[in-house]
């Protein structure tokens, strides 16, 4: 038998005797999973490069958080852990896969909360779903008050996605929109760069559909998948130990990124408003 058959044949018998169908889980099972790919991702978890990275990078913005933080979009709000010393509220539309929030949205997003009424908003892979990005960020930028910091992430490279799904963005992109709201940028961090990105969303890809076989090409993609479905740790320690350097970078060296962390702030004396703070800044009041 030659080395492609085999590979073929073995994958065939890892999958026998497996139901064509299974049951959906319950949704409480469904968003506790979310919730623990998100907090404790392990290796071999489906997107565990990506949930590592942006862990880390959310981490190391939210270290220093102080005084009273909302969740902008909470849904399971995973990284509440992270706020050590600062008061984490959250908001979210009513209903679906998310936990009970302390601010029910409305259809378009807005929140009840007074102007000025937090000192940080955290907004982490909401912003590519949200029919009106921009008024999302103004939102954001009325709810912080002046001085207040916005930490957010969204995707650069990403298959389409949960439900509504609008946007991708690049650093330098994402970085002009939140200006245009009014922000002042101190930084934007790509996350999950180069190589490592790029065999993560292979390994997934066959995950997913298989890969056809034929010549060498098939050959080696059959054989990864294959690697991937009897060691499913294995591409997630290869991918740390080669690539490790690649969780996140800043600057124009690296160009291809599954995310994109936004550290932004509204300035010292803006009003609520950001059109108001762009005039100001045009007139030198």
């Known amino acids: 038998m030659s080395l492609l058959g085999w590979v073929s044949a073995v994958g065939k018998s890892r999958l026998a005797g497996r139901p064509a169908t299974t049951a959906e889980p319950p949704l409480h099972e469904v968003m ?3 919730f623990r790919e998100r907090t404790k991702p392990r290796r071999g ?3 565990y490069v990506h949930f590592l990275d942006l862990r880390e990078a959310l981490a190391e913005a939210l270290r220093d958080a102080s005084g009273v933080w909302l969740d902008y979009g909470s849904g399971t709000s995973p990284y509440r852990e992270l706020f050590a010393v600062a008061e984490l509220q959250t908001a979210d539309i009513p209903g679906g896969e998310s936990y009970r929030a302390d601010h029910a949205l409305d259809r378009d997003g807005n929140c009840p909360a007074p102007d000025g009424a937090f000192d940080g908003v955290l907004s982490t892979q909401v912003l590519e779903h949200v029919t009106d ?3 999302y960020l103004r939102e954001a930028f009325r709810l912080l008050r002046p001085g207040g910091r916005l930490v957010l992430s969204t995707h650069g ?8 799904d609008l946007w991708r963005w690049t650093a330098d992109g994402l970085a002009l929109q939140a200006r245009r709201a009014g922000f002042v940028v101190d930084r934007t961090v790509k996350l999950t760069c ?3 990105g790029l065999l993560f ?3 997934w890809y066959g995950r997913d559909h298989g890969w056809p076989g034929g010549g ?3 050959l080696v993609l059959r054989t990864l998948w294959l690697v991937d479905r009897l060691l499913p740790r294995a591409m997630d320690t290869y991918l740390d130990r080669a690539f490790g350097d690649l969780r996140r970078r800043e600057g124009p060296e ?14 010292e004396g803006a009003t609520a408003d950001a059109k108001g703070t762009a005039a100001a800044r045009e007139t030198g009041t």
């Open 32 to 34: 506790a999973e979310r």
């Open 45 to 47: 978890d489906w997107a």
């Open 133 to 135: 990005a921009d008024a």
């Open 157 to 164: 490279v990403w298959e389409e996605h949960g439900g509504q």
């Open 194 to 196: 180069g190589p490592r």
């Open 201 to 203: 969303l292979l390994r």
């Open 216 to 218: 060498p090409v098939g």
């Open 254 to 267: 690296s160009t291809f990124y599954l995310d994109i962390l936004l550290i932004a702030g509204k300035p």
